[in-house]
């Protein structure tokens, strides 16, 4: 029987089921690398990462913690993230239309 550390050394893919990282994270690189390869999506990938590299450590730190929980949620849970993400969107976008208006 091989131990842990031969199982390692001896994998073939190293993108493949062995390759030492977590199911979350072979879906992580699996979204990431099929998002990347969509040529329609580079432009809106680009702007989030822009975004991302312009917020403070504070909000850099958030936004990874919220993106490891959808990352690791289920399908019901990313459907249920991806909901409220939009409620509070829309939320943002009408206090900003309010504040907008003359009095």
């Known amino acids: 029987m091989k131990n842990q550390f031969s199982r ?7 993108n493949g089921p062995d390759s030492g990282l977590s199911r979350s994270g072979l879906r992580a690189q699996k979204f990431l690398l099929g998002t990347l390869v969509n040529k329609h999506d580079n432009g809106a990938i680009h702007r ?3 975004k991302f590299a312009h ?20 399908p ?3 459907r249920l993230l991806t909901e409220i993400w939009e409620r509070e969107q829309d ?13």
């Open 91 to 103: 939320v943002s976008a009408m206090s900003l239309m309010a504040s907008d208006r003359p009095d």
């Open 55 to 74: 917020l403070n450590e504070r909000g850099q730190g958030k936004f990874i913690s919220q993106m490891n929980d959808f990352l690791l949620a289920s």
């Open 76 to 78: 019901k849970r990313r």
């Open 8 to 14: 390692r050394v001896a994998r073939k893919a190293p």
């Open 48 to 50: 989030a990462l822009l």
